[in-house]
């Protein structure tokens, strides 16, 4: 139905307007993943860039909806336009975290500056990101001044999405004592703000202070690692939100707003270089990605070779024989594991800056048999100071040349070495 440029402007004049009506009609069919809804959402992005996005992540039952509620209430007092997205990559829409989080939600659904939309989960988590990304450029360009995402920390995309916001605030229930090791160290490392939740209960401010020995352990460890700041807030209370929101609004204006859109803008940059620039750099990257795939154990052990490379971004390839059977007579996960780990490992030391993973989460979707070839392709999601976040799909390349999904994976980098900013890694 927006196949059309002219209707796809029409409808974007009417978003960037703040129509409830047009908007509406756009997210769903960004969810649907329509015809032409990439050229869409790439319209929306040249649009964006005002808003201040926050991410909200942590365990189911966290108590991040009812956290998000009150955060609500406090923007719109202060008359600002705020747009929730609520995205639960376990749970049709239909399903109970969602459906709960509307009525935890409810109470400011009705408001004119409020949009709260829920994103299903139809495709797959790739798709769920891009679609995560496309709804936070949809409610930046129609004007709303702050977009909150709230994610479920658990699955393999939240890293994926959490990349989306300006400022990430990690909720973590009380109570959770020696097991706040539970928390996974991706999730910790995103978080630029703590927020111990439901701190009218008794064992809050314990966990509070095992979350600040813990970051203080961390810094300890690295020479100037990063440390969040630790929170404790109420939803239901609305018990240190209004301190939350200030610390929010601060690392935000720290930070700035609109991170997202410039690893994009980086990206079209690239694209507009000449032709022949663009051969020279892709043979330059090919070389030297190669260069180190030979180096690699495991990569010559499983037959693992380059065939694309740049900044940020790798693509290998491996045939499956007999080296990657398990003994079901099926590819190894972990023969997969490696290839996608291969390019995330490529992908993420690519900016002369040694990276070593911290965390990665995998998902495998069908099953692989001897004699198919993978393709694993390693994208930047975000990169910091420290922190960089890549996601990497990996493929069955079938006989007439298209693509079967086989597996997804995230992974988070800590970056120890920061050496100036230049086109290509240390030789
Ligand atoms: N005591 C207390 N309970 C809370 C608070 N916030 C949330 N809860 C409860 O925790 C449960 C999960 O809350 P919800 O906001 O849906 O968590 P989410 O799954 O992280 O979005 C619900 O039963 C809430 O009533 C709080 O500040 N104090
Ligand atoms: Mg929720």
Known sequence: MLSLEADRQALLVRVRSGDRRAIARVLTYLDDGAAGSRETAELLASHAGHALVVGITGVPGGGKSTLVNALLGVWLARDLRVAVIAVDPSSPV??????????????????????????????????????????????????????????????????????????????????????????????????????????????????ARDLREMLTLRKALGEDAWAPRVMVVSGAQSKGVSELVAAIEEHAAGAGTGRRLAVKSKATARDASSADRRSADAEHWLALMSSWVQRDGLCSTFGISVTEGGPGRAVVRMTVDRRHMNFNGGCHGGAIFALADTAFGLASNSHGALATGIDAHVTFQVGIRAGETLVARATELSRGHRIGMYRVDVARVEADGRETAVSSFTGTVYIKHRLEEKSGPQA
């Open 94 to 207: 239909t399903g109970g975290a969602v459906l709960g989080d509307r009525i935890r939600m409810g109470e400011h659904g009705a408001h004119p500056n409020c949009f709260i939309r829920s994103l299903s989960a139809r495709g797959q988590s790739g798709g769920l990101s891009r679609t995560a990304r496309a709804a936070v450029d949809c409610f930046d360009a129609a004007g709303f001044d702050r977009i909150i995402v709230e994610t479920v920390g658990a699955g393999q995309s939240e890293t994926a999405i959490a990349s989306l916001a300006d400022t990430r605030v990690v909720v973590c229930p009380p109570g959770l004592g020696d097991g706040v090791q539970a928390i996974k160290a991706g999730i910790l490392e995103i978080a630029d703000v703590l927020a111990v939740s439901k701190g009218d209960l008794p064992l809050a401010e314990e966990t």
